[in-house]
């Protein structure tokens, strides 16, 4: 089976979640047109990151009734669509959240589990932490996702390669840092890096894709990205401008290179369960 | 001695400056910028960097020179001028600032510098209404973390696109982008008296100054290791102690707390609210 993936890398008004669901249709229009199968948006990608308190106000429930949802839930039955958002629970807990949408229908919200409080981030101060890491089942296989910080930790995409996602969907909203003499800035060095080496170790599709332009002087890089199960990349976006990526994927590839290297099958579940127990109870 | 590598990727960092200033000047209405132009190297940059967002016919500089100034800075600043082709006003502020010097017979240097500083700081801030076009500001990391300006004055701007780059690194891009030689290679000054040079007045050289800061800010290393590192150790407790002293520059003046939510303690949003 062939996917074909359409990477969102979008800029957005810091709070304005009006006019941020408008480029979304704008940009699920373009990738209609081009015949995707599935558009990934960035983290965050219908409100803007830097929300502090705004949050609250910001927030949205991935739902029918939804005034935000039930466009993008419309627009789902021609496509797959994963939607950066803050979500609110019944208990007004504010998630920085992801959410799968399919069929006109919200098959996975992944709340992000890891939220940076250190440095120039200040998540923690503003959000819920998310207790949750599940694959989950689409038309196109077991897919999972993970948000910005959640990949900076090995444990997550781990768990959902044990987990049985075979596609690994990351967004973020990634401040460039770290700008010395080599090509790219560090952070966009770092975080190719590794999920180009998710890709190779758990013999999975990994995408990602970042927002682009500017929160007061903090600047996202844009450069979506996605690799194959063999780590080998199969589309780069441009860096620091708005841009959809296309990318076809060839499903049967997970095959191939599981035939050859079988890391899945030979990955040591209960030594890693028993040794953590030990670890933990220590 | 560590070798320490101030280099930076001049494409990239010029990139994202620029994107910087179109972003921040544009969201907001804006599509034009002021800029003082010095005739020094950061003003001359900030500057160019300004051309490159917004077009040369929205980049108004302004030259303000005073009597005593020297008069290469008139002249360097015109090299700018006349290179980027951008409009530009020159508005002399010795009538403006020389009553309130005749004030104060005992007037000291500091006294007339911060002065004109500021002086210059409200002919700015007017050509930006007349101009309609945002202060872009020229203050650099080196400057801002040993506090070598005039609050209210040099410092002020709506965006600072140079703030992140030490002295070293503002010259390494300056000779990527083409700013004029005579500006590249004469001795950094704040030109507000005769012979002044920030180096002599500093008493260290921005080369020496911009290795240790970046031991100290961007590694993260403790002063005993910046010592280790080769530093001398009276040098890195004046440099530590400059920039502790100064951070009072580097903030808005505190808000005393009285009620539930206070502006700048739990009333947070980023200037960019809603743009």
Redesign the interface.
């Known amino acids: 089976m062939k996917i074909n993936l359409a990477l969102a890398q979008t800029n957005t008004k810091l709070g304005d979640v009006e006019a941020n669901l408008a480029k979304h249709l704008d940009y699920i229009q373009q990738a209609k047109n081009e015949k995707a199968d599935l558009l990934i948006f960035p983290e965050l990608s219908l409100t803007g990151y830097g929300l502090q308190d705004l949050v609250a106000s910001v927030a949205h429930k991935p739902t029918e009734d939804d005034p935000v949802f039930k466009h993008l839930l419309n627009a789902s039955k021609d496509l797959d669509l994963v939607v950066g958002f803050v979500d609110e629970d019944s208990r007004h807990r504010f998630f920085i959240a992801s959410a799968y949408l399919s069929g006109g229908k919200t098959l996975h919200v992944h709340h992000k589990v890891y939220l940076p409080t250190y440095g120039l981030f200040d998540e923690g101060r503003f959000f819920a932490w998310g207790d949750k890491v599940r694959a989950f089942d689409t038309r196109f296989g077991r897919m999972g996702m993970l948000i910005c910080e959640d990949f900076w930790h090995a444990s997550p995409p781990y768990l959902l390669w044990l987990d049985g996602a075979d596609l690994m969907l990351f967004s973020s909203a990634s401040p460039g840092r770290g700008l010395n003499d080599k090509e790219k800035l560090e952070s966009a060095r770092w975080v190719e890096r590794v999920t180009k080496a998710y890709a190779s170790m758990f013999t999975s599709f990994v995408i990602h894709t970042n927002r682009v332009g500017y929160e007061d002087g903090l600047h996202f890089w844009g450069g979506a990205t996605a690799f194959d199960p063999n780590g080998e990349e199969l589309a780069h976006g441009p860096y620091n401008e708005e841009a959809i990526t296309y990318s076809q994927l060839d499903l049967n590839q997970l095959r191939r290179t599981r035939a050859r290297l079988p890391l899945l099958r030979d990955e040591r579940t209960n030594l890693t369960a028993s040794e953590l127990q030990r670890i933990l109870q220590k | 001695m560590t070798a320490i590598?101030l280099?930076?990727?001049p494409e990239?960092?010029r990139?994202?400056l620029v994107?910087?200033i179109k972003?921040?000047v544009t969201r907001v209405g804006f599509s034009k910028a002021v800029i003082g132009l010095s005739g020094g190297l950061d003003s001359a940059l900030s500057c160019a960097l300004a051309v490159e967002a917004l077009g040369k016919e929205n980049v108004l500089a302004v030259r303000m020179p005073y009597r005593a100034s020297n008069k290469n800075s008139l002249e360097h600043a015109q090299l700018l001028i006349d290179q980027l082709g951008v409009p530009s006003k020159t508005i002399e502020i010795t009538e403006m600032v020389e009553p309130l010097f005749k004030l104060d017979a005992e007037i000291s240097n500091l006294r007339k510098g911060n002065i004109m500083a500021r002086e210059r700081m409200i002919v700015l801030y007017d050509q930006s209404e007349a101009f309609k076009g945002l202060v872009i500001g020229t203050s650099n990391k080196t400057e801002i973390l040993l506090g070598y300006s005039t609050m209210y004055g040099d410092s002020a701007s709506a965006l600072n696109p140079l703030g992140?780059l030490y002295k070293t690194q503002i010259r390494q891009l300056s000779r990527a982008m083409n700013i004029p030689t005579p500006i590249l290679e004469k001795a950094p000054s704040a030109d507000l008296w005769a012979d002044q040079t920030d180096e002599k007045e500093l008493g260290f050289t921005y080369a020496e100054v911009d290795q240790l800061l970046y031991l100290l800010v961007d590694q993260r290393y403790s002063p005993q290791e910046a010592s280790e590192a080769g530093f001398d150790e009276k040098f890195v407790h004046a440099v530590m102690k400059r920039i502790q002293r100064f951070q009072y520059k580097r903030m808005q003046p505190p808000i005393a707390k009285i009620s539930n939510r206070t502006i700048g303690y739990?009333?947070?949003?980023?200037?960019?609210?809603?743009?």
Not at chain 2, 266 to 275: A, I, Q, S, V
């Open positions: 590598n280099t930076i990727n990239l960092a990139e994202i994107g910087f972003s921040e992140d739990d009333f947070l949003y980023l200037r960019d609210w809603g743009t």
